[in-house]
T-cell receptor
Framework: AQSVSQHNHHVILSEAASLELGCNYSYGGTVNLFWYVQYPGQHLQLLLKYFSGDPLVKGIKGFEAEFIKSKFSFNLRKPSVQWSDTAEYFC????????????FGSGTKLNVKP | NAGVTQTPKFQVLKTGQSMTLQCAQDMNHEYMSWYRQDPGMGLRLIHYSVGAGITDQGEVPNGYNVSRSTTEDFPLRLLSAAPSQTSVYFC????????????FGSGTRLTVV
């Protein structure tokens, strides 16, 4: 079975600091990769996704992620965070051959201090 | 607005009771899934469906049943609630194809006492 690891469980940053959240997955086949965000009390929303092509993908709200196949990684970045980015971030992977089976990481809680 | 609608938003059950969590989508999505979210564990797949009449188990199916009689609806049934099923439940839908990821509902917070 696949697994998704998010190494940072809780990150605290000041506004304008740069953000990088790590995500590694274990699966030898072809995968699709996603980052979702969950604001307090809300449901998950898609930030960005990678299916194929340019390994640097840009999402909403200034977020981007880079797929490094050799490292099985899909790290999320933002150059300058805002207080409104306070949320929990989930990395997710699914197999290209079985779209329904998403595997989620345990999440990273981001607190941005104003 | 189009989307995934879950009801109820909150529910308290006594151990041994049964109930159905409702999920409906109006986007003509072929894929639908149920997840549970527990602190520190991310989301875990309970059951999923690739179309009307077709369902399959995910990572943590025990204690839950599903059916998909229409494209729009994908109810999750708890047969005999246990305290271990206290969680937040999310329904999600996606498709056609793989292009757009999944759309999640707003969740049902279930407490079993």
């Amino acid at each position: 079975a696949q697994s998704v690891s998010q190494h940072n469980h809780h990150v605290i940053l000041s506004e304008a600091a740069s953000l990088e959240l790590g995500c590694n997955y274990s699966y030898g086949g072809t995968v699709n990769l996603f980052w979702y965000v969950q604001y307090p009390g809300q449901h998950l929303q898609l930030l960005l996704k990678y299916f194929s092509g340019d390994p640097l993908v840009k999402g909403i709200k200034g977020f981007e992620a880079e797929f490094i196949k050799s490292k099985f990684s899909f790290n999320l970045r933002k150059p300058s965070v805002q207080w409104s980015d306070t949320a929990e971030y989930f990395c997710a992977v699914n197999e290209r051959s079985n779209f329904n089976k998403f595997y989620f990481g345990s999440g990273t809680k981001l607190n941005v201090k104003p | 607005n189009a989307g995934v609608t879950q009801t109820p938003k909150f529910q308290v059950l006594k151990t041994g009771q049964s109930m159905t969590l409702q999920c409906a989508q109006d986007m003509n999505h072929e894929y639908m899934s149920w997840y549970r979210q527990d602190p520190g564990m991310g989301l875990r797949l309970i059951h999923y469906s690739v179309g009307a009449g077709i369902t399959d188990q995910g990572e943590v199916p025990n204690g839950y049943n599903v059916s998909r009689s229409t494209t729009e609806d994908f109810p999750l049934r708890l047969l005999s609630a246990a305290p271990s099923q206290t969680s937040v439940y999310f329904c999600a839908s996606g498709g056609p194809g793989q292009g757009n990821g999944y759309t999640f509902g707003s969740g049902t917070r279930l407490t079993v006492v």
